[in-house]
């Protein structure tokens, strides 16, 4: 089945340091990919939509300049917490449409999650 | 816009227990529904979807059916086991022929007890 990973699963970073996040798709390529924050207890939050050779497009109420995305690649999408605060501290997981696997069109595969922690 | 609602949780159970999970969405045009369930540390994983009205999707158990006349998808499971105790996600996707965002529910957690 189509995998999706990221990393890293869990970081602890001190405040004002930049956290890059990978995620990537293993078996198929995705021309788009998703972002998403959770915090605890609460749904995910869509951030933004990554697509493949071009710029991201931002949920309103995302900053675009503290959130870089950058999808370079048919299966590589990486997010970017620059100068991070402990109010970024949450659970990042990305996801990647799965129409590329002709068997799941509109279909969204989800990466296990990365936890990161800002001190 | 595009809303799923879900029975507050938390919902919690004996094992062997008849599950229902609520789930209701507001959307135009004809949407692919979708339950994801997500088991503690874990990221989200599909557990069944239905892409048009009167689809029944199934897995492990679980059942949902895409209602359009009442904008529905509840889930259901006949017997529960402990290891169902998880954080179920009803979600909806609009018909764009691209992919699109998926709009969540707030999530429903389950506890099955012995």
């Known amino acids: 089945g189509a995998v999706v990973s990221q990393h890293p699963s869990w970081v602890i970073c001190k405040s004002g340091t930049s956290v890059k996040i990978e995620c990537r798709s293993l078996?198929?390529?995705?021309?788009?990919m998703f972002w998403y924050r959770q915090f605890p207890k609460q749904s995910l939050m869509l951030m933004a939509t990554s697509n493949e050779g071009s710029k991201a497009t931002y949920e309103q109420g995302v900053e675009k300049d503290k959130f870089l995305i950058n999808h370079a690649s048919l299966t590589l999408s990486t997010l970017t917490v620059t100068s991070a605060h402990p109010e970024d501290s949450s659970f990042y997981i990305c996801?990647?449409?799965?129409?590329?696997?002709?068997?799941?069109?509109?279909?969204?595969?989800f990466g296990p999650g990365t936890r990161l922690t800002v001190l | 816009g595009d809303s799923v609602t879900q029975m507050e949780g938390p919902v919690t159970l004996s094992e062997e227990a008849f599950l229902t999970i609520n789930c209701t969405y507001t959307a135009t045009g004809y949407p692919s529904l979708f339950w994801y369930v997500q088991y503690p540390g874990e990221g989200l994983q599909l557990l069944l979807k239905a892409t048009k009205a009167d689809d029944k999707g199934s897995n492990k158990g679980f059942e949902a059916t895409y209602r359009k006349e009442t904008t529905s998808f509840h889930l259901e499971k006949g017997s529960v086991q402990v290891s169902d105790s998880a954080v179920y996600f009803c979600?909806?996707?609009?018909?764009?022929?691209?992919?699109?965002?998926?709009?969540f529910g707030t999530g429903t957690r389950l506890q099955v007890t012995l």
């Open positions: 078996d198929f390529q995705a021309t788009t």
């Open positions: 996801s990647a449409d799965g129409t590329g696997t002709l068997s799941s069109y509109n279909e969204q595969f």
């Open positions: 979600a909806l996707s609009p018909w764009t022929g691209t992919a699109s965002k998926l709009t």
